[in-house]
């Protein structure tokens, strides 16, 4: 296996050279980096990154932990968040909690053994104390919350206007003459959820229209939920004519809940939804949503996570970075007929 020595001696430079190119850490002429990288590619060198992590007690590598790695939202936010780790020479290892809050624990416990510099961490449903992710905090690896923020644990986090982007939705389907509107939302646990829903209730309020508890279902943010409560909310003699869905999997369960039904959508129930998702134009009806930045959480946590790591942030109270959202109007909300309706 060959050494620095053998490199400095190949590439003629000398040993800090070598080491500066590697690590990025001083200013090395174009000419020199270029034939130390090749001398690199020749003899395929590649560091020793558990040797030098003990050395300098870094390891170069963040730890990312998504709730469903099935929900096209999180792909976009890895994405993000891997761009940013891979411009600043961090390896991002991402693991799925599958919304567990034990499998989130554990998740936490192997990423302190294994020393990561840093986590981006989206919260799994739970009612139960946070602790395991203060003793994280506790033990000094910087820690950034993305999209979901954990009751009580004041940590740097990167969300959405869920209250105003939910909101936003509703009050188009007021527009569009819609009344009597049901709304499938996630576990109330988490506070996107209720965020949303309260959106939900601030619109129908804003406009005299009474907030009804037959047409409220909580769900869990996956499709097999949307589908078993679209059908529930939709099997009634008195239906919603419009359903607000606070994500695109329940959104999805809930069509085919529409189809299950013989219902059509949008002559039959209006469908909204929050989160919009790739190829959402290939889907017909065209879904119309309430998009959120996901590739810009990512983006923006990771940048903020390195920022903390390296030091570049020295407030010690948390930065709280909120982003907007866009409404996205399709075919799944057109061509309504108002009604007279209670």
Do not use: W
């Not at 554990?106 to 395991?132: C, E």
């Amino acid at each position: 296996m060959p050494t620095i020595k053998e490199i400095a001696k190949r590439a003629r430079v000398s040993i800090g050279t070598v080491s500066n190119v590697i690590n990025n850490s001083a200013v090395v002429s174009p000419r020199r980096r270029e034939r130390v990288l090749a001398t690199i590619r020749e003899l395929d060198y590649h560091p020793n990154h558990v040797a030098r992590s003990l050395k300098v007690k870094q390891t170069r590598m963040l730890g990312m932990v998504i709730s469903d790695i099935t929900n096209p939202f999180f792909p976009q936010l890895v994405r993000g968040a891997e761009d940013v780790a891979l411009r600043h020479n961090y390896l991002l290892i991402t693991f799925n909690t599958d919304d567990k809050i034990d499998r989130e624990k554990q998740v936490l416990a192997v990423l302190r053994a294994r020393r990561v510099d840093g986590i981006l961490l989206v919260v799994a449903p739970g009612t139960g104390s946070h602790g395991h992710i203060l003793n994280a905090v506790k033990a000094g690896i910087p820690t950034v919350c993305l999209d979901r923020l954990p009751v009580g644990v004041n940590v740097d986090s990167v969300s959405v206007d869920n209250i105003g982007g939910t909101r936003t939705c509703v009050q188009h389907l007021i527009a569009m003459g819609h009344r009597r509107i049901g709304i499938v939302t996630g576990p109330t646990v988490l506070q996107t959820a209720r965020e949303r829903f309260q959106g939900y209730t601030e619109a129908l309020k804003e406009a005299g229209i009474p907030v009804k508890s037959e047409l409220i279902r909580e769900g869990d943010f996956r499709l097999e939920s949307g589908q078993a409560l679209g059908r529930e909310l939709l099997a009634s003699g008195d239906r919603p004519s419009a359903v607000f869905v606070s994500n695109n999997m329940m959104a999805l369960g809930t069509l085919r809940a529409m189809e299950e039904l013989g219902l059509r959508c949008p002559e039959d129930v209006a469908i909204a939804m929050f989160d919009d998702f790739p190829l959402a134009d290939a889907f017909r009806p065209r879904l119309t949503a309430v998009a959120q930045p996901a590739y810009s959480i990512g983006y923006r946590g990771a940048e903020l996570l390195i920022q903390r790591i390296e030091k570049k942030r020295l407030d010690q109270s948390p930065i709280r970075i909120h982003l907007g959202t866009e409404l996205k109007i399709r075919d799944s909300t057109a061509g309504f007929r108002f009604r007279s309706e209670d």
